[in-house]
C-alpha cells in the first residue's frame, strides 16, 4: 500500500477509536462526572479529528468538527456549563461527526439537512457562551503579541514624537514588487531563550536575494557588566532581491516577533511615501542612533522597564520557577499516569489479523498432532506413569495453555458493539417518542473477535425491539405507576465457558394471550396445545411470527425475532426470553467464547466417527424396551421421566443408513434445540468426550445438510460435527433422505479433501 | 550527520504523517505519544529539532515546551509547534513557554521540511 493510502487507514481507525471516547466522554458528562480531564478528552477527541481530516483535505469532515471543536472549546473554558440540554446537543452532534467520519471513509453521503441543522445549533450555543471565551482569549498575553514595530524618525527628534508610527513607511507600499531592502534586526534575550538564531534568521533573508550584513556591536558593555544571558548585538542587513515583497521579507521574523527590533525599509518606496508624507526627511540618511533605537523599541515592548538590563534579565528570572513548577507538573501527570497503568491501561501492539488466524491454524493443528502422539502412544502399550506417557501429559496441558493464550489473542471486549448501542438508544426513543435510559454493564468481557462482529446485528435488532416493543409511553408508564423514563439494560458476563448477553427492559413483557392468539391464527401451534408461559414466551422466535400489528419504522425492518435467532445459532449460541407481565422482559444469549474450538461428544453411527456439540447435551441414556413408542412408519418417541420427546436415529437422519438399530441396544443423547425444544438423538455407541478444532465444510468441501463442520480426530480420521437443530428439524430431514445424502457425498472423498484443507 | 527530530503528537495519523515526511527527508525520527512521553524521551537521547503537539493528554504542548527549556541540557534546542490557523492564542502561549515556531496544521512535506530548515543550522 502506498504510504500515504497507509496513514489514511491509520486515521480512520483512529478517528473511531476517538468517537467512541468523546461518546464515553459525554455519557460520564451527562452523568454527572465533572472531572476537567473528561472534558479536556472530549475536545481532543474531536481536536484530532479536525487534524487528521484537514490533513487529507476532507472538507466536510474539518467543516463539522471544526464548529464542533469551537462549542467543546468553549465548554472546556467554562464560558458554556455543560448542561442537560447542551450534553444532548453534543452527543447528537457527536453522532453526526460519526456519520462524517464513515461518510469520509466509504464515500457515502451525510444527511445534509441534518449535518448543517447540527452545526447552525452547535454555532448557537457557541455564540451564547463566545463573550467569555473571547475575553479570556483577550488577556491571553495576547497585546505583546501585537506589537508594531516602532518607526524612526530620522531627524533624531525625540521618543515623545513618537506618533510618527502612525504613518508606517514601509507598509503604505505595496507596490512596486520590491527592489532592495534595508533590515535592522536587533534580537532580545527572549528570542535566544526560544533558541532562535539570529544567523539563520539572516540565512532566510538570503534565500529571498542577495544580502549585505553588518553587524552592530555598540551596544555591547565592558566584558565585567556582560550578562551572558542578554542580547547585545544587532544586525543591518541590505537585501536586494528583485522579486521579494515586503511580506515575504517580514515572513522571515514571522517567529520573533516582539522578541526583537526590527525595522524594514524599502528605500525606493520610502522615498516615494516621504516625497508626499513628510517632504522634509532624507530618507536616505544612514546616521542613527542605534542605542536610541533599542532602547525606544525596549520601551516599547516592555513599557515597565526603565532600563534594558533588568528588562532583559525579567525573563530569565521569570523563567526558573516557571521550570521547576513545569517539573511539577510533570511529576504529577508521570503519579497518573502510573495510577492509570496501575489500573490496566496496557500497552498493545497492533498485529495483522492474518498472521493471527495463521497462528491459530498451526495450533490447531499441533493439538491435532499431540493427540495422535498420545494415541499413538497408548497403543504402544506404554505404562501410564513412564517417563514418554508422563511427557506427553505435560505436552498436552503445554498445548492446551498454548491454544488458550492463542485464542485469547481474537479476544476483544464487547465494548466495539455496546458503545453503538447509546446512539441507537436515542434515534429510537426520539423516534417512539419514548424516554429510555440505557444501562450498560461487563463492556470488558471478551469474546473473539469474530463473534464481536456478527453480534452487532442481532444485538441491534433486540434493542430496537426492547423500546419499540418492550417499553410503553411515558404516558402509559405513569398511568401503570412506574417512572416516565423506561430502563433498559445491556450486560454481558462470561459463564463456564461462554459469554452471557443479556437484554432487558421494564416494560410491559410479553402479552401471552396475544403471542398465543397469533401463533395459533398463523398455524404455528394447535389451537389446543397445552403450553408453558415460557414455551409461549419462545414463540416470538418462530419463523414468520410477528407481533406488531402495524409494521412501525422501527423493528419492522424486515427481520424478526426468528432471524436474531438464527444469526445467534449460527454462532453456536442460544437465545431466551423469560418475560413477566407489566414488569419487564429479559433476553439472554449465550455464546461460545470462540468459534474455533468446541467441546464434543465422539460417538459411532452406523460405522462413522462424528461429533455432537456438548452444549446441546443435557444427559445420555440408554433406552429401555418400554421406553420408546412407536407414532408411525418414521416416527417414534421416547419416555424420559415425565415427558415424551421425538426419537431420532441419526444414522438414518443423515442417509447412513435405512432401517434403525433396535433402540435398547443404541445409546439415545437427550438434546435441547436452540429454541428449547428436545428430542432424543440414537446413536451406537459413545467413544468419548473432547475438545475438537473445527474446520469448515464451507470452506473446505460444501454445505451438507446436518452437519455443522468437521474436525481432524487424533488417529488423522476426519469426523463430521453434528448440526443438532437441523437434524431435529424434520424439513431437512426429508431432504436428506430423498437427497443425496451426507453418507454418499463424503464417503471416500471427504477425508482427504478436508485434510489437505 | 543526519539530525534527529523528536515528533510528540497523540494522534497516530499524525505521528505516522510526521514520520512519512521527515524520514524522506532524511531525517531521524523519534516518536512520544505525549509530552510526558517526550520528556522520557529526551531523557534517553538527544534531539536536534522538536516538533510538538498542543493538546495532548497526561502532559500538553505547553507543559512540555516548559519542560524542556526548564532541562539546561535542551535550552538551545528548536522547538516547532504544531497548530492549527484558528490558535492565534495558542501560538503565543506556546512562545511565551519557549517555542521557536510553529508549523500550522494541515503540513504538506514541503511546508514541514521548510518550518525546519528556519530553525535548524
Redesign the interface.
Known sequence: MDPLAAIKVTFFQECEEQLAELESGLLAMEAGDTDSEIVNAVFRAVHSIKGGAGAFSLEALVRFSHVFETALDLVRGGAITPDQDVLKLLLRSADILADHVRAARDGGEVDEARSHAMAEELEALAGGGEGGGSAAEADDGFGDFDFKPLMVSFDEAPASEAPATEAPVAEVAPEPSGRSFIIRFYPQAALYQKANEPGLLIRELARLGEVAVEVDGSGLPNLAEMNPEDAYLGWRVTLTAPKADIAAVREVFEWVEGDCYLDIVEPAAQSAAAATAAPEIDATQPEVDVMALIRQAQEAVIPQAAAPAPASLEPAKAASPDASKAKEVALDAKAQAATREAGGSPQTIRVDLERVDRLIDLVGELVINQAMLAQRVAECGLQRASSVAMGLDDLEHLTREIQDSVMAIRAQPVKSVFQRMPRLVREIAAMTGKEVRLVMDGEGTEVDKTVIERLSDPLTHMIRNAIDHGLETPEERVAAGKPREGLVRLAALHRSGRIVIEIVDDGRGINRPKVRQIAIDKGLISAEANMSDDEIDNLIFMPGFSTATTISDISGRGVGMDVVRRSIQSLGGRITISSRPGQGSTFTLSLPLTLAVLDGMVVTVAGQTLVAPLTAIIESLQPKSGDVRQLGPNASVIAIRDTHVPLIDIGRALGYRQNSPSPTESVALLVEGEGGARAALLVDAIQGQRQVVIKSLEANYRPVPGIAAATILGDGRVALILDVDAVMVPKPLERAASGPSAQTELAAPAPSLLKAG | MTKTILTVD?????R??LH?ALTEAGFRVVQAVD??DG?EALDKAQADIIITDI?????DGF?FI??V???EKH?????LV?T?E?D??K???A??A?????IV???NPDKLIDAIR????
Not at chain 2, 497523540?10 to 499524525?14: E, L
Not at chain 2, 535550552?75 to 522547538?79: D, E, F, S
Not at chain 2, 528556519?118 to 543550522?121: G, N, T
Request: hydrophobic letters at 35%; charged letters at 25%; proline letters at 6%.
Open positions: 497523540d494522534s497516530r495519523t499524525m505516522d504523517m512519512l509530552g510526558l520528556l493538546n495532548m493528554p497526561r502532559l507543559g516548559e519542560g527549556r526548564g532541562n535550552r538551545a534546542t528548536p522547538i504544531l492549527t484558528s492565534a492564542a501560538k503565543q502561549r512562545r511565551d519557549g517555542a521557536t515556531g510553529w496544521k494541515p503540513f528556519r530553525v535548524a543550522a
